[in-house]
């Protein structure tokens, strides 16, 4: 019995460790709890069924948090390493900025593939520069990453809105080549898709590679980490660069989803992550945390929008009940670690 | 003469392990009395007891002939004890006169700073220490000289009958601590009993009247100063017995293995060894002697200023951890949960995580490699862990500091630098380490153990080193040491002759 008892425990943390085995049920019971809380109180639609399991408003909860749960798988890491990215709101809107630039107004005599590949090579590079830049700084000059990233994240605003002169670019209301980037980049199955495929990777990243054992080990003791022969600089960088890239990747996501590359589009996507990212369970404090805590965080904030949308909920009552789920949600977890 | 103050049999334990077993203790007025003992002897809590901040579980503590209870830092201040510890407990963003009037009961409170009554509270007990700065500078802009000035001031303004220096001239140089025992003279003469607490026989032998030794938690005794000698209190130091002491062969026949030259740092002055290989040497000496900036240095943590390092003969220059474990030294450090382990991680996970890109298959972390590394070094150290997947706080210390070792012995450096590898550890987990520690200098390896317990050096150790001040007071084979060597050349006045 107890032979099985622990035999299931090393299966089952295949995560992280054996506790997290336990996390990781009360997560999928808190996810449960709510799917069930969202059919109960679902309006019926006119042939009794329930509109919130109507397939295609399941999909539209997935399509409507990859944005920021593609945000979040990186901010994960971040936390993880004890440390924050505020800057992603802002390398979003500098993303689509420079996405939607580039299809109206760069390279005009490329072919359609060219142009939508050198589009995205433009917003991906400029993202994993701005994520550098927040790696560097953090890592080189020793600055707390809470005031580097909110200092990146006015001036990558301000950078976006000088480029584009603070006026959104509207794209794909005609027969070229942003029409066509547009309507790849808007369906479903292709953000869901990736979605799923980045939150593999990033899950992968986290409990299978020596990268995501010394993200973790980082956050949970630097001294140590440090005593224990760890690239500690290295590991920061790059979990800041993958920030900017998961945040430019969204950019680029946005542009098509809204027709327009916006400079003040993604306030306040930074904290929808950041809580994401606590909901699921990660420590604030880093050393301990998970991908699947931060999906579950995500979907738990997706469904809860939802549910109170079909109910027409006031979107200003909204907010407020959204923040008591993240109070609740990380005192819950307090109390299970107390205990 | 009634005693001012006076520790009865008291007694406290942390976690089953003893800290004060039973000590006895007495203050007369008027009088400066010196409290010395090795390191771990309990001089710390005992006077952490007086000052309030820990309780003793048994024993009576006594002031004016009256039992009494000092369960909070103002309790001691009522009872007329000035405290002033090493560390010493300033807000270092608060002025002189801030710290001394904060939390004293001496000083009328009132909601709101008003400078110039500070000023003129303050004024007068600064006068008394001489303290000459501005009563309305910063603390953290003053030297340590000066803090210790402040620290005496606050005291008398608290009206402190009794002050108690845990090792107060630590940090200062020869011409601050001429002035503070003059200074410490000239309070006697007031009539304000001191506690001094202290290693260095100078100190006691020129300001004390008399002196209390403790070991292992208990008083040995108490002498007059006048009537003893420096070998009399090095005895009651160290007179422990060292239990069979095991024929440790002086394994010089090993090629020299890593060579240290006139090793200069910030804390260490123009050290120079040799360590064979096979040979695990002893680092004695004082807390703050530089034993651990010696690891410090040789693990890239502090910068080398002059001197040099050489591994089998070739130049190394360690310049963080990372190079040092690159270039083949390693370094189990002193505080296990500070510098060594990362708590919430498993302890698979925690031994494995400077060596896991070894155990890849295709760039992915096998769980079974990682496995087979591990479990055989577990069942070597016994290890005793619910599954290797359990969280490394929830084992004991011992268990932790196998974990710890685990890691080094999948690195396996050259040379390992063990900072006090047994400190606060059970028994039987103390012997495994040692037995580890000889087994790794029967593979060959060059080992380096510090520790504050001398029995442990001269059972463990082929040779000795005792660090004074930054320097190497004594080079000596073990089997020609003794206890009472190694203390006079860890506490005598200057680093003597060089041997080498």
Redesign the interface.
């Known amino acids: 019995m107890t032979l099985h008892a622990?035999e299931l425990?090393?299966r089952a943390?295949?995560g992280?460790?054996?506790?997290f085995a336990v996390d990781g049920v009360k997560r999928m019971a808190a996810l449960a709890g709510v799917i069930l809380l969202a059919i109960l109180i679902s309006p019926a639609a006119s042939d009794g069924s329930r509109i919130f399991l109507d397939p295609g408003n399941l999909t539209d909860i997935l399509r409507q948090v990859s944005l920021i749960g593609i945000i979040s798988l990186a901010m994960t890491f971040v936390i993880l390493t004890g440390g924050i990215d505020l800057s992603v709101g802002s390398i979003l809107a500098l993303s689509t900025s420079l996405s939607a630039m580039a299809l109206t107004r760069f390279w005009p005599s490329s072919s359609y593939l060219a142009h939508i590949c050198l589009t995205l090579l433009l917003a991906t590079l400029a993202s994993a520069l701005a994520g550098t830049l927040n790696g560097a700084v953090i890592a080189l000059f020793d600055i707390q990453p809470f005031i580097a990233t909110l200092a990146s994240m006015i001036g990558l605003r301000g950078l976006a809105k000088w480029i584009t002169q603070n006026a959104n670019i509207d794209i794909g209301f005609g027969q070229d080549v942003a029409a066509a980037f547009a309507s790849i980049f808007r369906q479903k199955s292709l953000v869901i898709g990736s979605y799923a495929l980045l939150a593999f990777v990033f899950w992968?990243l986290l409990g299978?590679?020596?990268f995501g054992?010394?993200v973790?080990?980082i956050g949970?003791?630097e001294?140590?980490?440090?005593?224990?022969?760890?690239?500690i600089r290295r590991v920061k960088s790059i979990v800041y660069i993958l920030s900017g890239l998961l945040a430019g990747y969204a950019g680029i996501l946005y542009t098509a989803e809204n027709s327009q590359g916006n400079p003040n589009a993604g306030v306040g996507y930074e904290l929808d992550a950041i809580a994401a990212v606590v909901i699921g369970g990660t420590r604030l404090s880093g050393?301990?945390g998970s991908i699947a805590g931060t999906i579950v965080g995500t979907l738990i904030m997706g469904i809860l929008t939802n549910m109170l949308r079909l109910k027409n909920v006031d979107s200003n009552v909204e907010m407020m009940i959204k923040a008591i789920i993240i109070v609740l949600a990380v005192a819950i977890q307090k109390q299970r670690r107390a205990a | 003469m009634a005693d001012l103050l006076r520790a009865e049999k008291v007694a406290r334990s942390y976690g089953g392990v003893y800290a004060l077993k039973g000590v006895n203790f007495a203050l007369r007025a008027g009088e400066v009395h010196a409290l010395m003992g090795e390191n771990g002897a309990g001089k710390s809590t005992l006077i952490k007891i007086l000052a309030g901040s820990v309780k003793p579980d048994r024993g009576s503590i006594l002031v004016d002939e009256k039992p009494v209870s000092i369960n909070t830092p103002l309790d001691s201040q009522r009872f007329g004890l000035g405290i002033i510890y090493q560390e010493l407990d300033f807000f270092p963003n608060l002025t002189v006169g801030e710290n001394i009037v904060i939390r004293n009961l001496h000083f009328p409170q009132s909601s709101f700073v008003n400078y110039r009554r500070i000023d003129s509270f303050c004024r007068p007990f600064l006068d008394q220490v001489g303290f000459n700065g501005d009563s309305r500078g910063l603390v953290g802009a003053l030297p340590i000289g000066q803090l210790q000035l402040v620290a005496l001031a606050r005291a008398l303004s608290m009206n402190a009958r009794m002050i108690l220096m845990d090792e107060p001239t630590s940090a200062l140089a020869a011409d601050g601590v001429r002035r503070l025992l003059s200074l410490i003279c000239a309070l006697r003469d007031r009539g304000i009993s001191i506690v001094y607490v202290s290693h260095k026989m100078e100190e006691v032998f020129a300001v004390c009247d008399r002196a209390t030794v403790l070991r292992d938690g208990e008083t040995i005794g108490t002498r007059q100063v006048q009537n003893t000698t420096t070998a009399e209190l090095i005895r009651m130091m160290v007179g422990r017995d060292v239990e069979n002491r095991q024929q440790t062969e002086s394994s010089r026949a090993g090629d020299v293995l890593l060579s240290v030259n006139a090793l200069t740092t910030g804390k260490l002055k123009n050290v120079s060894f040799d360590l064979h290989q096979g040979e695990v040497l002893g680092v004695a000496g004082l807390v703050g002697s530089g034993r651990s900036a010696l690891g410090a240095a040789l693990?890239g943590l502090d910068p080398v200023k002059s001197g040099d390092i050489r591994l089998r003969g070739n130049s190394i220059k360690p310049r963080?951890?990372?190079s040092?474990?690159?270039q083949g030294i390693g370094?189990v450090?002193e505080d296990r949960k500070?510098?060594?382990?990362?708590?919430?991680?498993?302890v698979l996970?925690n031994s494995t995580?400077?060596t896991?890109?070894r155990m890849?298959r295709f760039?992915?972390?096998s769980?079974n490699h990682e496995n087979e590394m591990a479990e055989p070094l577990f069942r070597q150290l016994k290890l005793k862990s619910a599954?290797p997947?359990?969280?490394v706080s929830t084992l004991s210390g011992g268990n932790q500091q196998k974990a710890l070792l685990a890691?080094w012995l999948l690195?396996d450096p050259d040379v390992l630098f063990l900072d006090d590898p047994a400190r606060g550890i059970d028994i039987v987990a103390k012997q495994d380490i040692y037995r580890i520690i000889a087994r790794l200098a029967e593979a060959g390896k060059g080992l380096i153990l510090v520790s504050s317990e001398l029995p442990e050096l001269l059972n463990c150790c082929h040779r000795i080193i005792v660090l004074n001040q930054g320097r190497v007071s004594l080079t000596v084979d073990s089997s020609e040491a003794s206890q009472e060597l190694i203390m006079a050349a860890a506490i005598s006045a200057q680093a003597g002759g060089e041997q080498q």
């Open positions: 622990r425990a090393v943390s295949s992280v460790s054996s506790a992968i299978r590679t020596v054992r010394h973790r080990a949970d003791n001294t140590a980490a440090r005593y224990a022969g760890l690239p050393g301990k | 693990f963080s951890p990372a040092a474990i690159a370094l450090p500070l510098q060594g382990l990362m708590m919430q991680m498993s996970e995580i400077s896991i890109g890849c760039g992915f972390i769980r599954s997947l359990s969280q890691r690195i």
